[in-house]
């Protein structure tokens, strides 16, 4: 079959995994059988991912220990176990910390192609972890759909891993911790798959999945080299949060993004929010501290940072600790990747497409651009958040495919504008 050809297969698949359809092993479509998924508790509950050991002598990436577990949806079993592997990690602060990825395997042998696939769980409570809903748990219908692409994956032949990449804090959108469980969750699958560092791999998320893939990008070069990583799929992505929170503040679908933030910063920094939060704001972080994104992300309609501090603070910019922490996470800073990228953003507005921001991903492609990236920029005209994921699935499927088969890298570079200036914001 000519490369086209497999692209546009491996393309129609995600797309059709998307509406919740997997494919079988001899290339048809079916549903996938009815079941029961045995029960299994909470990860914070769940001794498996306690480590209690020092990890002195131990090494990125290292397995710390191993289990089979079920592969499916709720109320759905398949004839797929993954096995779930405890790693040794990076936090954002270089110390060494533990977290889970879930290994899957086709049903089809053949050459492995490794993705690592970052799904956008967004959460602060562990029953998010994607260890956890892979495996049947939870009723999150994103993680539900994505799963449903992470099938079309198996069904075309990939070995998947997938890292719960936020770490055991559950720390959201921390750039350069969620690309190091990334990178360290790739180097466990090789590991328990007894494959070599010269596997090719790519790297795809879309959204909170986003994070570890460009970041993952940028610091592999340094932090392992010895990874043969051919691509990496983006999409919307959140920059530079100091352009995203002005943009959900008061926002109907988005604005419940300002306290889960406030939660994960806290949690990775060490924020005082005592010293700036007020009454109500304290009482909303409380209430969304172990959310899902879908508890927490429309939940509160029309909802302003001003609203949850006390004077003379009126947004999240005026507070120092949080200028510096958001700085420390924009994307662009950690390195420049040296595999081709793919990175797409909606465009409901003319600003953003309802979250993230259109122009700032457009300023990221520019700089990689300026630094001799193959970059390929797409804006999905027209579309929100949600409604660009699935041609940015299709797309990058398409992307992946390509990148897997040798094809020559190719850029639009000369189409990308200027976008937004990324310097960071100063602190106050």
Same mark, same amino acid.
């Given at each position: 079959m000519h490369t086209r050809s497999i692209n546009r297969r491996i393309a129609a698949l995600a797309v059709l995994t998307v509406l919740g359809i997997a494919a079988t092993s001899t290339g048809t479509v079916s549903a996938q059988p009815a079941g029961s998924v045995p029960a299994q508790p909470v990860p914070s509950a769940d001794p498996f991912y306690d480590w209690n050991e020092p990890l002195d002598g131990t090494a990125p990436g290292d397995v710390l220990r191993t289990r089979p577990m079920a592969y499916g949806a709720a109320n759905v079993s398949t004839p797929i176990t993954s096995t779930q592997v405890l790693y040794r990690t990076t936090n954002q602060q270089g110390a060494a910390v533990t977290t889970v990825a879930t290994v899957l395997r086709p049903l089809i042998p053949g050459p492995t192609k490794l993705i690592s696939?970052? =799904?956008?769980?967004? /959460? +602060?409570? %562990?029953?998010?972890?994607? #260890?956890? =809903?892979? %495996?049947g748990h939870g009723n999150s219908q994103s993680a539900t759909v994505e799963q449903a692409v992470? $099938?079309?994956?198996?069904?075309?032949?990939? $070995?998947?891993? !997938?890292?719960?990449?936020? *770490?055991?804090? +559950?720390?959201? =959108?921390?750039?350069?911790? #969620?690309?190091?469980?990334?990178?360290?969750?790739?180097?466990?699958?090789?590991? !328990?798959? /007894?494959?070599? %560092? =010269? $596997?090719? !791999? *790519?790297?795809?998320?879309? #959204?909170?999945? #986003? &994070?570890? $893939?460009?970041? /993952?990008?940028? !610091?592999?070069?340094?932090?392992?080299?010895e990874l043969n990583i051919v691509g990496a799929a983006a999409g919307g992505l959140p920059v530079d949060l100091a352009h995203n929170l002005p943009y959900v503040s008061g926002s109907t679908d988005w604005a419940g993004v300002i306290?889960?933030?406030? &939660?994960a910063y806290q949690r990775t920094y060490g924020l005082d929010t005592d010293a700036f939060l007020s009454d109500k704001g304290k009482q909303i972080v409380n209430a969304v501290q172990y959310d899902c994104i879908a508890g927490f992300a429309s939940d509160y309609p029309g909802l302003t940072d001003t609203e949850m501090l006390q004077p003379p603070y009126t947004s999240l910019l005026d507070i120092p600790e949080v200028v510096e922490a958001i700085d420390d996470n924009i994307m662009g800073s950690a390195g420049t990747p040296r595999v081709p990228v793919l990175l797409a953003v909606g465009d409901l507005d003319g600003i953003g497409d309802s979250v993230m921001i259109t122009a700032d991903v457009e300023g990221l492609a520019r700089e990689y651009c300026d630094r001799g990236v193959a970059v390929t920029y797409a804006r999905y005209d027209g579309l929100s958040h949600s409604q660009a994921f699935v041609p940015f699935q299709a797309q990058a499927a398409q992307f992946l495919a390509e990148r897997f088969a040798g094809a020559a890298p190719t850029n639009n570079c000369s189409v990308v504008g200027p976008g937004n200036d990324l310097s960071p914001t100063p602190i106050p």
């Open positions: 696939f970052h =799904t956008a769980y967004d /959460g +602060l409570g %562990s029953e998010c972890d994607p #260890s956890y =809903t892979l %495996s992470i $099938t079309g994956y198996m069904a075309a032949g990939y $070995t998947v891993v !997938v890292p719960d990449y936020e *770490g055991e804090e +559950l720390e959201w =959108t921390i750039g350069r911790q #969620s690309a190091y469980a990334a990178l360290d969750g790739i180097r466990a699958a090789e590991r !328990v798959l /007894g494959l070599p %560092s =010269t $596997t090719p !791999v *790519g790297l795809i998320g879309y #959204s909170g999945g #986003s &994070v570890p $893939t460009q970041w /993952g990008a940028e !610091v592999a070069p340094r932090y392992a080299p306290p889960a933030l406030i &939660v």
